[in-house]
């Protein structure tokens, strides 16, 4: 009610402003803006005063729904998460075990290029001793080369 008598006072004193000359639009705006701005936060503060005994069980009440559907997509992310961990750690086991096979294989083939290289280099050997008089190696090549070339 203050509020009333002192909106009642201030109407009062602009309408004896105006009646003395002062142009109205430069005193009546923003005073008047201020007035209505501060009783509107007045009504709003005292209408949000009031609504707390209702607002405390709305809110509690869209709390609870809000973390039932959080826990819900938590529930489904957190399923996912393991499915998909495990089909991870299954496609790692799986890569490992091949990884290993081809470590096994290369080593094999390794083995068996060294193999036929010494084995190529003995032949050589071999055929450069007892290759006749007349017949030499070609210039430039060495005794890991095949190829001989027959001189006249």
Do not use: Y
Request: proline content about 4%.
């Amino acid at each position: 009610m203050s509020t009333t008598v002192d909106l009642d006072s201030k109407v009062s004193q602009r309408s004896r402003r105006c009646a003395a000359g002062s142009s109205a639009a430069e005193t009546t705006q923003p005073k008047l803006g201020n007035v209505l701005a501060s009783l509107w936060a007045g009504l709003l503060k005292v209408f949000w005063r009031a609504t707390r005994s209702v607002r405390r069980p709305v809110v509690a009440k869209l709390d609870r729904h809000v973390l039932q559907l959080l826990d819900a997509d938590f529930q489904t992310l957190s399923e996912q998460l393991n499915h998909l961990s495990t089909q991870v750690t299954e496609a790692n086991a799986s890569h490992v075990n091949a990884v290993r096979e081809m470590n096994v294989f290369v080593d094999g083939m390794l083995r068996e290029v060294a193999r036929l290289q010494s084995q190529v280099l003995t032949l050589s050997q071999i055929c450069s001793q007892n290759l006749p008089a007349g017949i030499r190696p070609a210039p430039g090549c060495d005794h890991e080369t095949e190829e001989f070339a027959h001189s006249p």
